[in-house]
């Protein structure tokens, strides 16, 4: 564990949820990113500032975890040691020996339960193994509360779990690609299609898109990153009618608030998840679809 004397350089969402406008108001001077290559840019600002020798520091990654996988997501980005430009961008700050120029002994993936799932255990120890710093996860809920001025309060030091403690429970890496996180891409004519109007009505909403809005849609789910997510029980917001090119429709549930969509392939009872690279503008959209028609 990082002694007292140490600094903790806090990186958080630009785009930020109430929660995390919480935990940024209670820092002094947080980072700011939206994806990787602002975190990039925000180490390359930090390296050529002054040349005097580092104080000793952390590095926090701060943002939520995803339901189902416990992996880290920060406005964007999620890091995911299965997927290769994750990898490659922290091998290259190690190729780079940012991290000790910087005088950051430590990272720490910082939302709730980061240490929850072989997945999160993975992700945390590869991440150790390549910028040969501990990398540590939560193994508890956090939130604003968790934070002083100066970052991550050392008072919830119980809260943290190192890469070094997590050694014998990572599954190897031919067994965790098996069941990545990110595996499946969104083809709609790969989906089981519906005739309208449903034969059962969902509990829900649901809307009929056009061609037009459909591609809107489409352009704000990240579509090649799809993960099956048995754990979570989420009710949908409501419930999207996408056409193919069939003259058909598919059916996608909107979750938590616009973060998620579901469909349902024939081979996964339990759907696959698809995270939404813009939420406001998918729950704008659907405010639009839920207008009454003057």
């Avoid at 943002?63 to 880290?72: A, I, N, R, V, Y």
């Avoid at 990572?170 to 690609?177: A, I, L, W, Y």
């Avoid at 024939?266 to 995270?275: E, N």
Wanted: aromatic letters at 4%.
């Amino acid at each position: 564990m990082p002694s007292p004397s140490v600094t903790h350089r806090s990186v958080l969402s630009a785009r930020r949820d109430p929660e995390l406008e919480r935990i940024h108001a209670v820092l002094a001077s947080p980072l700011e990113i939206a994806n990787r290559n602002d975190l990039a840019d925000q180490l390359g600002h930090m390296l050529v500032g002054p040349t005097a020798p580092m104080a000793p520091s952390t590095l926090d990654l701060i943002g939520h975890s995803m339901p189902g996988t416990s992996l880290l997501r920060i406005g964007d980005w999620v890091v995911d040691a299965a997927q290769s430009s994750v990898t490659s961008f922290f091998r290259e700050l190690a190729d780079h020996d940012v991290l000790p120029r910087l005088g950051i002994t430590a990272v720490r993936l910082l939302g709730c339960v980061t240490a929850g799932s072989a997945q999160g255990r993975y992700t945390i120890c590869s991440l150790a193994d390549l910028l040969g710093v501990e990398v540590y996860g939560t193994t508890d809920m956090i939130c604003a509360q968790h934070y002083d001025a100066t970052g991550f309060s050392d008072r919830y030091a119980a809260a943290l779990v190192a890469s070094a403690a997590l050694r014998g429970e990572v599954p190897s890496f031919e067994s965790r690609t098996t069941t990545t996180a990110y595996a499946r891409s969104l083809d709609l004519d790969a989906l089981p299609s519906v005739t309208l109007p449903l034969a059962q009505a969902p509990g829900w909403p649901l809307h009929v898109l056009d061609r037009s809005r459909t591609a809107e849609v489409l352009h704000m789910v990240r579509r090649h990153e799809g993960a099956e997510m048995p754990g979570l029980l989420a009710t949908p917001g409501c419930e999207l009618a996408l056409p193919t090119g069939h003259g058909a429709h598919v059916l996608a549930q909107v979750l938590l608030n616009g973060e998620f969509v579901r469909v349902f392939p024939r081979d996964v009872r339990a759907g696959i998840m698809y995270p939404v690279a813009d939420a406001g503008g998918l729950r704008r959209l659907v405010q639009t679809l839920a207008a009454p028609r003057s």
